[in-house]
């Protein structure tokens, strides 16, 4: 029997079993579903009740870019990411890391320009390949942002404390009757959370404000700590390591493939510019400001990274390199240490800013999730005063405080890799498809064959990279792959015409600069180990359970009550 109109799936137990009894039907109507984008920035976005505030500009998204990414990833992951695999060369890993999120933020420019909602990458899945795939997508977005949030905040005690004069143990409570690594109270970690979360609640132009200022004073640092590295630094430890008898020597210490793990580690670094995207809505000029906002942090950031990495490299050998406060350590060993406290202090400017950034863009995507009733719509609600999504920014930063509260999230670094690579893999394909299908006009096989074969064929390519013997036949076989990989993308190019042309910004050179991101992006998903596929195979499948359980029958609801096509 058909769940009556206007009811709900999950009015009583009897009603539910119902439903899911028309799970298929369900799925069939539901998961492929997609909405323009004249829905997405009218009546979609009309369910969050009032409008966000128009009144950022570009100079505002530069800054939240550069907050965003500077100094999470760069404090948290550069130590693991060059002792343990890239050494010297991590200054490459961040290049490599920066050209791919370059790619990647082209292909969301695109869609932010000509969309601008607060969904990011979730919305524009959403109007190109369906609701199923924007969940998937949208779910390890917010799985992401809240486990790399909660691991920034507590890694926040590492550096405040040596810049206050105590040690990170002081800041600490420390609780015997809980299991290792989840028996560490941070205090200090839940109140910076809480107190940023009332923050994005009250107002974005106070947030950007607040960014601003943040963001120039770690800038200063940044310059600093490059400024220090390069004129105290000796050039002989880019390719001398402390121990030349235990460790290899060289600046490629642990080969190419060592440069593409580290990249891989150090993408964390990068989360921030996609969460410029989710401000979208909240842009006076979209047209102008935001390809200047997107892309012009990425290049700003990248060369900032390079800097950072090259001038810590300096300082210390690869092999002397503490894992957990890299900077911090290498200019200890240089200075009578008043270096290494000024490094704290700005270093806690930075992680706060990347606090903000990225606690602003989890609530956008929040909301925008709501607006498309795969969560409850209480998620979607804008507060007429404040313009900003509270109930998406409260629940999300009190989740992330409970996180920071006790939990080590250091073991999750490679799965929050994995989110980020899959997210910009995803949408560097919804550019190609958008561009060559517009349904009902043309036929949509002939490019999503493509897209098929070009992943198919960079999987190989990363397959025989990561595990085929070092040899002539290695490159043989690496050496074929590429002209399989460029001659699908230029057959395609030739064989098949754009469908439309964006009407403001688009991507150049398509569908050359997103195909080159989608097999960057396989690749660097390539150097990362087994475990955390793992771990992102178990949550995915979590993330499928929930839409075939919850998601499609509460979309379904909200479709009988009013039609999202």
Same mark, same amino acid.
């Given at each position: 029997?058909?769940?009556?109109?206007?009811?709900?799936?999950?009015?009583?137990?009897?009603?539910?079993?119902?439903?899911?009894?028309?799970?298929?039907?369900?799925?069939?109507?539901?998961?492929?579903?997609?909405?323009?984008?004249?829905?997405?920035?009218?009546?979609?976005?009309?369910?969050?009740?009032?409008?966000?505030?128009?009144? /950022?500009?570009?100079?505002? !998204? &530069? @800054?939240?870019? +550069?907050?965003?990414?500077?100094?999470?990833?760069?404090?948290? %992951? =550069?130590?693991?990411?060059?002792?343990?695999?890239?050494?010297?060369?991590?200054?490459?890993?961040?290049?490599?890391?920066?050209?791919?999120?370059?790619?990647?933020?082209?292909?969301?420019?695109?869609?932010?320009?000509?969309?601008?909602?607060?969904?990011?990458?979730?919305?524009?899945?959403?109007?190109?390949?369906?609701?199923?795939?924007?969940?998937?997508?949208?779910?390890?977005?917010?799985?992401?942002?809240?486990?790399?949030?909660?691991?920034?905040?507590?890694?926040?005690?590492?550096?405040?404390?040596?810049?206050?004069?105590?040690?990170?143990?002081?800041?600490?409570?420390?609780?015997?009757?809980?299991?290792?690594?989840?028996?560490?109270?941070?205090?200090?970690?839940?109140?910076?959370? /809480?107190?940023?979360?009332? !923050? &994005? @609640?009250?107002? +974005?132009?106070?947030?950007?404000?607040?960014?601003?200022?943040? %963001? =120039?004073?770690?800038?200063?640092?940044?310059?600093?700590?490059?400024?220090?590295?390069?004129?105290?630094?000796?050039?002989?430890?880019?390719?001398?390591?402390?121990?030349?008898?235990?460790?290899?020597?060289?600046?490629?210490?642990?080969?190419?493939?060592?440069?593409?793990?580290?990249?891989?580690?150090?993408?964390?670094?990068?989360?921030?510019?996609?969460?410029?995207?989710?401000?979208?809505?909240?842009?006076?000029?979209?047209?102008?400001?935001?390809?200047?906002?997107?892309?012009?942090?990425?290049?700003?950031?990248?060369?900032?990274?390079?800097?950072?990495?090259?001038?810590?490299?300096?300082?210390?050998?690869?092999?002397?390199?503490?894992?957990?406060?890299?900077?911090?350590?290498?200019?200890?060993?240089?200075?009578?240490?008043?270096?290494?406290?000024?490094?704290?202090?700005?270093?806690?400017?930075?992680?706060? %800013?990347?606090?903000?950034?990225?606690?602003?863009?989890?609530?956008?995507?929040?909301?925008?999730?709501?607006?498309?009733?795969?969560?409850?719509?209480?998620?979607?609600?804008?507060?007429?005063?404040?313009?900003?999504?509270?109930?998406?920014?409260?629940?999300?930063?009190?989740?992330?405080?409970?996180?920071?509260?006790?939990?080590?999230?250091?073991?999750?670094?490679?799965?929050?890799?994995?989110?980020?690579?899959?997210?910009?893999?995803?949408?560097?394909?919804?550019?190609?498809?958008?561009?060559?299908?517009?349904?009902?006009?043309?036929?949509?096989?002939?490019?999503?064959?493509?897209?098929?074969?070009?992943?198919?064929?960079?999987?190989?390519?990363?397959?025989?990279?990561?595990?085929?013997?070092?040899?002539?036949?290695?490159?043989?076989?690496?050496?074929?792959?590429?002209?399989?990989?460029?001659?699908?993308?230029?057959?395609?190019?030739?064989?098949?015409?754009?469908?439309?042309?964006?009407?403001?910004?688009?991507?150049?050179?398509?569908?050359?600069?997103?195909?080159?991101?989608?097999?960057?992006?396989?690749?660097?998903?390539?150097?990362?180990?087994?475990?955390?596929?793992?771990?992102?195979?178990?949550?995915?499948?979590?993330?499928?359970?929930?839409?075939?359980?919850?998601?499609?029958?509460?979309?379904?609801?909200?479709?009988?009550?009013?039609?999202?096509?």
């Amino acid at each position: 029997m058909a769940t009556p109109p206007n009811s709900s799936s999950f009015s009583s137990m009897k009603t539910y079993v119902q439903s899911l009894s028309q799970t298929p039907t369900r799925l069939s109507q539901r998961a492929f579903s997609t909405t323009t984008t004249f829905d997405e920035t009218s009546r979609v976005r009309s369910l969050s009740g009032s409008d966000m505030r128009k009144t /950022l500009r570009w100079f505002d !998204l &530069i @800054c939240f870019g +550069i907050g965003g990414m500077v100094g999470a990833g760069v404090f948290v %992951t =550069t130590g693991q990411a060059t002792r343990e695999h890239a050494g010297p060369a991590i200054v490459l890993s961040y290049a490599i890391a920066g050209v791919c999120a370059l790619l990647s933020a082209f292909c969301y420019t695109e869609f932010a320009v000509n969309m601008p909602v607060a969904g990011g990458a979730f919305s524009y899945l959403r109007v190109t390949f369906g609701e199923f795939a924007a969940f998937l997508t949208g779910s390890n977005l917010m799985l992401e942002y809240v486990l790399s949030n909660a691991a920034v905040a507590r890694s926040l005690t590492n550096y405040l404390a040596p810049a206050i004069g105590v040690t990170p143990s002081k800041l600490v409570i420390t609780i015997n009757g809980l299991p290792k690594d989840f028996n560490q109270i941070d205090l200090i970690a839940v109140g910076v959370v /809480l107190i940023i979360t009332i !923050l &994005i @609640c009250y107002s +974005i132009r106070e947030s950007s404000l607040v960014n601003i200022i943040l %963001t =120039t004073l770690h800038i200063l640092f940044i310059i600093f700590i490059i400024v220090i590295g390069f004129s105290r630094g000796d050039i002989k430890n880019f390719t001398q390591p402390r121990n030349p008898n235990e460790n290899p020597s060289g600046f490629f210490p642990f080969g190419a493939f060592g440069v593409f793990k580290g990249a891989s580690i150090v993408y964390m670094s990068y989360i921030g510019y996609d969460a410029v995207s989710t401000l979208a809505e909240e842009v006076r000029d979209p047209v102008k400001d935001i390809p200047f906002g997107v892309s012009g942090s990425v290049i700003i950031v990248t060369v900032l990274y390079c800097l950072m990495a090259a001038s810590m490299s300096m300082l210390l050998p690869y092999d002397m390199i503490n894992v957990k406060n890299p900077f911090m350590a290498a200019f200890d060993g240089r200075s009578d240490g008043w270096v290494s406290n000024v490094i704290g202090v700005g270093a806690t400017f930075g992680i706060l %800013t990347s606090l903000l950034v990225a606690m602003l863009g989890q609530s956008r995507y929040l909301c925008a999730i709501g607006r498309s009733s795969v969560v409850p719509s209480w998620f979607a609600k804008v507060h007429p005063k404040t313009s900003t999504p509270v109930n998406a920014s409260a629940f999300l930063g009190i989740l992330t405080a409970i996180l920071a509260l006790f939990a080590n999230l250091e073991v999750l670094l490679e799965l929050i890799s994995i989110g980020t690579l899959f997210v910009f893999y995803m949408v560097a394909n919804a550019v190609i498809y958008r561009r060559y299908v517009v349904i009902g006009i043309t036929n949509p096989r002939p490019t999503l064959s493509f897209l098929c074969l070009f992943s198919i064929a960079s999987i190989i390519f990363t397959l025989i990279w990561n595990f085929a013997p070092m040899g002539k036949p290695k490159g043989i076989f690496l050496g074929f792959s590429i002209v399989i990989v460029v001659a699908t993308l230029e057959i395609f190019r030739r064989v098949v015409k754009e469908a439309r042309k964006p009407e403001f910004w688009g991507v150049p050179y398509m569908p050359w600069i997103p195909c080159l991101s989608i097999f960057l992006n396989v690749f660097l998903m390539g150097s990362i180990s087994g475990p955390g596929f793992i771990r992102f195979g178990a949550f995915s499948a979590l993330v499928v359970i929930v839409y075939v359980f919850y998601s499609v029958h509460l979309s379904y609801d909200a479709e009988r009550n009013e039609p999202l096509r």
